[in-house]
């Protein structure tokens, strides 16, 4: 191969070869695509749509119990914004299981809850697509923990 006159050499790779780094990737997609949303129904719609690609029934599962208790009318109602960040993801190759930590920051007109978020499930290979570009899918997703660690009353001037 050449790069502007310059010999290199090609190698192929093997998809194992970086499927670590992809499999922490998609976990943290899937995280912020179900967690992180504003006050917009349409966004949360579309966000929601992208998150179902990445995960199997249990992911849908937990979907619809949220919007069965109104969770998402509520932020919308409530103009409040929510994103989540991650402190860390423990993965184990061997058996394709993983955790998340991380935090869910909600951001509200009159306060901000600050909660900790743990999720776990497993991970399977599938073929890539456009909508699912690292080829997993998150399986058996359950939320361990989803309390607050912090409520502060904003100062309204």
């Not at 790779?13 to 922490?24: L, T, V």
Request: hydrophobic share 35%; with cysteine.
């Amino acid at each position: 191969v050449l790069d502007n006159n310059i010999p290199l050499i090609a190698t192929k790779s093997q998809i194992e070869d970086n499927r670590e780094a992809e499999y922490r990737a998609h976990i943290t997609a899937f995280h912020d695509f179900f967690f992180s949303m504003p006050p917009d129904d349409e966004y949360i719609k579309r966000q929601m749509n992208k998150a179902m690609y990445l995960v199997d029934a249990s992911g849908i599962a937990q979907y619809n119990t949220l919007k069965e208790k109104g969770y998402y009318t509520n932020l919308v109602s409530t103009s409040s914004v929510v994103t989540c960040t991650v402190d860390s993801i423990r993965l184990d190759l061997n058996t394709k299981t993983w955790a998340f930590y991380g935090k869910q920051k909600i951001e509200r007109p009159s306060m901000i809850t600050i909660r900790s978020l743990v999720t776990e499930g497993g991970l399977q290979d599938i073929p890539r697509t456009i909508n699912n570009s690292h080829g997993v899918l998150i399986t058996n997703w359950r939320t361990i923990e989803n309390k607050d660690l912090l409520n502060e009353t904003k100062k309204l001037f």
